[in-house]
């Protein structure tokens, strides 16, 4: 199963929630709307302002705030803020990270999926994900439309 870690599904959300509000916000007030623990919600925090994400102002006002708009920002963008390179597999992102190198032939497939995987998380933007769904997701219907 392909799935993204908690400390990623933890900064969408608190990109999320910093680009609606569109204002500085602290790591206690992120930690308490989003419901996670301070030490969790400051070692997300600053992984999204060390990537350029955030804009991190130190002292009793202090806080975070994006640097860019919802619409810039991409889901793919906060996933490799916190996980680094989306790709499927080690050999999909370098040659030599792989000790099956040798002996593959799968690593140009691996990483045509890669760049089709994060070309769809980079056409997801935090101001897509911030709106609410007009309707209830059906994969199915995706299924559907790519048979045919």
């Known amino acids: 199963m392909l799935r993204i870690s908690k400390l990623t599904d933890y900064a969408i959300l608190m990109m999320v929630e910093l680009a609606r509000e569109g204002e500085m916000l602290s790591a206690h007030s992120l930690a308490e709307r989003i419901h996670v623990e301070l030490p969790t919600a400051s070692k997300v925090l600053k992984l999204l302002a060390g990537s350029g994400l955030l804009e991190s102002y130190r002292g009793a006002n202090g806080g975070y705030r994006v640097r ?18 989306i790709a499927m597999t080690e050999c999909s992102i370098e040659e030599g990270l792989c000790s099956q190198e040798d ?20 056409n997801v933007s935090l101001a897509e994900m911030a709106a609410p769904a007009s309707r209830k997701f059906n994969p199915l219907r995706i299924t559907t439309l790519n048979a045919g």
């Open 68 to 85: 860019r708009t919802a619409a810039e920002i991409s889901v793919a963008d906060v996933i490799a803020a916190i996980e680094g390179p």
């Open 103 to 122: 002996n593959c032939e799968l690593r140009s497939n691996w990483q045509r999926i890669s760049f089709a995987v994060a070309q769809a998380l980079r």
